[in-house]
């Protein structure tokens, strides 16, 4: 569910807020996610050409619909950003838009702390214990479980980003200097327990700059089409671990994909990943996934798919759902996530992460 509210206090200052009411039968150790989405203090043309924004903030960068590598500000719930990939959690920042002209402008982002992304623990367990698992085992160690702790970073994030629109489309070049949302193990101890070892395993979030790029526009040939894409320079920290770097050369990344509605109302949206949300370094991998939705004639009712293909083994991540329109102001979204292939596929490690969402959005 999802409270907005809209308040102008002057010509030039409003107070905008969300407040975000989610309910998931495996998203966390509560099932009732309730947490503010947005709330903040915006200026319009305060000083001439220049907007801000102050407060808890969504910050979309990147053309592309589905896991850009340039939207490096906002974590998303990872079970629910399946379903919808508007459903980002906001972040206390600063950001400043100014407007050379009505095609041009420069944007600037500050964020005094770093929010990592949340990743349920189970899943997470099972990542970590199926990394290092066996190279204690090849010792003769048996592992029977696992101990994490996460240690945030202190510093700030930001990013400034140069924006034009072109007659037939839209581009941008960005900068952005701060963490990897995903934890990295920065330690790894076996501790004897009664049934066997334990790892105590301390958790980290290494620093990155991003040099991006983005694009959008016609898609050459169909009319209605549109076209995205996200390139991302990605330099990472250097980041070992029981002598082996999990992080060390600069990499790239990529999300490149079309959207096209029909004249019957159905939606299609295919786009090729390279380097999927959990990625990063000699880990990326290509993928294609699809989504597709369906505006029903005369029903409240909107049916739809999401599929990501991992092209490395073949493993499949699929999301139904269906949307129910109460009135214009309220709907619902009941959506199921499942995956096949083995727990050793790209997409089979997430089987932990498979259950019954539920969603509402509450307008006015």
Known sequence: MDLNYVHNLTDEIYLEGDLVIRYSDKSSSSPVMIMPKELYIGTYDLLPGLDINA????????????????????????????SNSSNKNGVWAIDATYYFDDVTYLQAVYLPRFNPSFIPEAYEKQLYLSMFSPQFEAQGIEISGINLTHILPQKPAWGVKLSRSFTAFDAAVSYYNGYYFNAYPESVTPVPEISGFSLDMELGYPKKNVFGFEFQ?????????????????????????????????????????????????????????????????????????????????????KPSYLAGISLRDWSILN???VSYNINDDLSLTLSYLFVVGDETSKFGQMKSAEGIFLTGEWTF
Do not use: H
């Open 55 to 82: 407060g808890m903030l969504i910050v979309n960068w990147g053309s592309s619909d589905m896991f850009s590598p340039l939207d490096n500000f906002n974590p998303s719930p990872l079970l629910i950003s399946f």
């Open 217 to 301: 526009g016609d898609f050459p040939g169909i009319e209605g089409a549109t076209l995205r894409g996200d390139i991302a320079y990605i330099v990472p920290q250097s980041w070992e671990v029981q002598g082996e770097y999990l992080l060390k050369d600069p990499y790239l990344k990529a999300a490149i994909g079309a959207d096209y509605t029909t004249s019957s109302d159905l939606y299609l949206n295919v786009g090729y990943i390279w380097g999927f949300a959990t990625e990063e370094g000699t880990a990326c991998s290509p993928y294609i996934f699809l989504n597709v939705n369906k505006e029903l004639e005369d029903s409240k009712f």
């Open 319 to 321: 999301n139904i759902g």
